[in-house]
């Protein structure tokens, strides 16, 4: 049914859809419109057979979810930003258990100084924790990716993350296509937990493993994700013969089949991008995108070939790896070891920063020309930049930076509650 809405509650009626049996919530901005309506629709008994917990922390919700899925139940819970690094323990536990837990994120800047703006820092601070990640590009990606990460998550025993852009896509009104209850429970089987605590029959989850079995465990939860990289296409095609929406998989491409020059970004940023790629394609320039799904995995081979015949790629990023740079370029890089073409890192939009047509656009005319750093900082007011390094280096006791930029530019910083 095609309806008008917000992105948080598109992805809330898709998982009422999934029948989920434990729901466990506690409000962050920007996730909170979600486990909201969830509740209201517990309450009004729209979702039935369902126990919608209210915790008094994030990490409460991830243990409770812990918990309820250990002792056989399809589970969800949403969080973003600090919430995320407040369960990182027990992120950490449910991929170590093998628990088929499906949580959102909306994501959002990690402070301090803090900003309850867009970007990709919280999702990627748990990169490597054993969650499969996935990013949607529009809200209905995000609807339908929630309806495929039940099955990836129970298919692998193993947790999944979708990620969706905080405001940019959560609270945004779009017209989605919500489908019917019948068309999930064909797409989407019973659930029947791979593992599960049952007084019947007795065992330990979570026990104590030395030297002697660690690496074991942690190769086998390293397979789960390479499996992965085969059955994350594989429930794409089978929603599309379901559902008639291309929707998820490991990797899109756009316009890139003649591209010298191809831009890599992932979520709703690739919208922006594809406008200007269209424009710039009009006027003869040679450019392509590529959307990149499923970052846990992260698909190598796959990315390999859809850059390999291109002159040059610029990794666009929503994070910043301090001292380093780009974090979805390390592995843009490994994807194109050998392969002899310039590559470039942008990082752009961190705290929810604009990222403009007129912006890009400059950019990636630069970049035709192979006049891009290394590392780029998409609009970086150096100006701004400048006068900071002068004035700390003129005095021992400089006071708070992010005040001190504040004062520069005119601007009198928020106190958020």
């Not at 859809?17 to 506690?26: D, E, F, G, H, S």
């Not at 989850?205 to 059955?231: D, W």
């Amino acid at each position: 049914m095609l309806k008008q809405t917000e992105g948080s509650h598109a992805v809330a009626e898709a998982i009422a859809l999934c029948r989920p049996q434990v729901i466990c919530a506690y409000p962050i901005t920007p996730q909170t419109h979600i486990v909201e309506a969830l509740g209201e629709m517990v309450k009004a008994e729209e979702l039935v057979n369902c126990e919608f917990i209210n915790v008094e922390s994030e990490f409460a919700a991830l243990s409770v979810a812990i918990g309820a899925s250990a002792a056989g139940a399809r589970t969800y819970t949403a969080t973003s930003s600090q919430g995320l690094l407040f369960m990182a323990e027990a992120v950490y536990n449910a991929a170590g258990l093998g628990l088929p837990i499906v949580m959102t994120i909306g994501n959002r800047a990690i402070g301090a100084p803090i900003n309850i703006w867009n970007d990709h820092s919280d999702s990627m601070s748990m990169r490597d924790a054993g969650w499969v990640q996935l990013y949607a590009e529009t809200n209905q990606e995000a609807l339908d990716l929630h309806i495929q990460a039940f099955r990836l998550a129970e298919e692998l025993s193993c947790p999944v993350m979708v990620c969706m852009d905080g405001f940019i896509l959560t609270h945004a009104y779009e017209r989605v296509d919500v489908p019917t209850q019948d068309e999930v429970d064909a797409f989407l089987p019973r659930y029947e937990p791979r593992q599960i605590l049952d007084p019947a029959d007795p065992v330990s989850i979570g026990a104590m493993v030395g030297p002697e079995a660690f690496t074991e465990v942690r190769y086998l939860s390293h397979h789960k994700q390479l499996r992965a990289l085969g059955l994350i296409p594989q429930l794409a095609a089978d929603f599309h013969k379901q559902f008639g929406r291309n929707s998820g998989g490991l990797i899109r491409s756009y316009r890139t089949e003649d591209a010298e020059t191809i831009v890599v970004a992932l979520g709703s940023v690739n919208g922006t991008i594809q406008e200007v790629v269209d424009e710039m394609r009009e006027q003869g320039s040679r450019i392509g995108s590529v959307s990149i799904c499923s970052f846990r995995p992260f698909p190598l081979v796959f990315l390999r070939e859809a850059l390999r015949h291109a002159k040059r790629v610029v990794v666009l990023e929503k994070c910043l790896a301090v001292g380093l740079g780009g974090i979805v370029s390390d592995g843009v890089h490994r994807s194109l070891s050998g392969i002899g073409l310039n590559s470039y890192t942008v990082i752009a939009g961190l705290g929810g920063r604009a990222i403009t047509c007129a912006s890009l656009r400059g950019l990636f005319e630069d970049a035709e020309r192979d006049e891009l750093e290394q590392v780029t900082f998409l609009d970086l007011n150096a100006e701004v930049i400048s006068h900071e390094l002068e004035r700390e280096s003129k005095a021992r006791r400089t006071g708070p930076t992010a005040e001190a930029i504040l004062r520069r530019i005119g601007t009198v910083a928020s106190h958020i509650g």
